[in-house]
């Protein structure tokens, strides 16, 4: 495990060597493959999780079967604290887009942290406003926003976290279906198809498998707008 990337976590935000290494021997490892879920919606909740390596995805389904992808998360990333503050049922589905490591920590654990570190829970609590900040910003995307924008600004966004410079651009290995491309933009897949073989006949994009590699960021910039 590679704890300089768990780190990154709001977790562990403001802890010295000593505090990290203390609160990281209280975690659980747990591994999972591609596709498995490691809670479900409407399960209860009491334990928060960061990511060490591979991609986790969140989603949440409708009565009628159609789901939503919240949101796509990757090392040093963190997600399940709203729990620890507020317990009660997971409001989403966490599964495996890849193979994945995580390390978790309970209720029970995290109090004994805060009692020895209270700037933890500082980074907490902002961490949380953040994410408040981008659902409010995704909202009103789906208002707001066409569905080329929207995919524009997707691509954008998966670049920025999980992007290589390549010779030819920033190579973004998503490791989505079209399908879940489709639930992260909120739209069909027919739709989001058609918007990116249109990025890829403009020379802005180049699409590979589970992958796409961006070739004009300037004019996807523009096009996010």
Do not use: C
Request: aromatic share 4%; hydrophobic share 40%; charged share 25%.
């Amino acid at each position: 495990m590679d704890v300089d990337v768990v780190r990154r976590a709001p977790l562990f935000a403001g802890l010295d060597d000593e505090g990290a290494a203390s609160l990281l021997s209280r975690m659980e490892r747990v591994e999972l493959s591609r596709g498995q879920v490691l809670f479900s919606e409407g399960d209860p909740g009491d334990r928060l999780y960061v990511i060490t390596s591979g991609k986790v995805k969140l989603g949440r389904a409708s009565g009628d079967g159609r789901e939503n992808l919240l949101a796509v998360l990757g090392p040093g990333e963190m997600f399940g604290e709203l729990s620890l503050f507020d317990p009660g049922p997971r409001t989403a589905t966490a599964t495996a887009v890849s193979d994945v490591q995580l390390v978790g920590l309970g209720n029970a654990e995290l109090q004994t942290g805060l009692r020895s570190n209270p700037e933890v829970g500082k980074h907490l609590l902002q961490a949380l406003a953040q994410r408040l900040r981008r659902t409010n910003e995704s909202l009103g995307d789906l208002v707001f926003s066409d569905v080329p924008g929207r995919v524009a600004k997707a691509l954008l966004d998966l670049s920025r976290r999980f992007g290589k410079q390549i010779d030819q651009g920033v190579l973004v290995a998503h490791d989505l279906t079209q399908e879940e491309l489709a639930q992260l933009v909120g739209a069909s897949r027919e739709t989001v198809n058609k918007a990116l073989a249109d990025f890829a006949s403009r020379g802005w994009i180049r699409l590979e498998a589970r992958a796409v590699i961006l070739l004009d960021v300037e004019r996807l910039h523009r096009r996010a707008r």
